[in-house]
């Protein structure tokens, strides 16, 4: 067995706003796990979303805390964005622009990839990813064209 990611776990002010964003990129994601527990200060939800193998777990955050909205991305310590690679690159930005998703950055002058950038609701950003190559020495090739 090789070693992968198999989940990230993100607190999220709304649970059900994370999931129609994640939706959008992956309509086949499905809720796989719902829970609330109860916790000193009160309860708190926390959902696996995802396929079978690879899933985001979202939680609120712990009652009676003050959580802050996400930190500007490239500027402070931490996660800038998670990446989804995506067979259909049209279908998903389609369906994202659909949804009133904005696109913060569009990335087409690589020789074996396309990129898009979005944020959700709550402002975490998610990059989408399409490789035009099967071959791991172009998917992984980093100039420009």
Sequence with gaps: MSTYLEHANLTVPNIEQAIDFLRTVEPDFKVRHD?????????R?????GSERVYIALQEAEP???PQMPRRSYENY???????VVD????VLSRLHQQGYKQSLLITDE?????????DAAGFEWEIIHYLSDKDEQ?????ST
């Design 64 to 66: 009676g805390s003050q």
């Design 111 to 119: 020789k074996f990839r396309l990129r898009a950038y979005y944020h």
């Design 45 to 49: 939800r926390w959902v696996h979303f």
């Design 139 to 143: 998917r992984n090739f980093y100039e």
């Design 35 to 43: 829970q609330i527990d109860q916790v000193e200060n009160g309860r």
């Design 78 to 84: 931490g996660i800038n964005h998670l990446g989804w």
């Design 88 to 91: 259909d690159f049209d279908a």
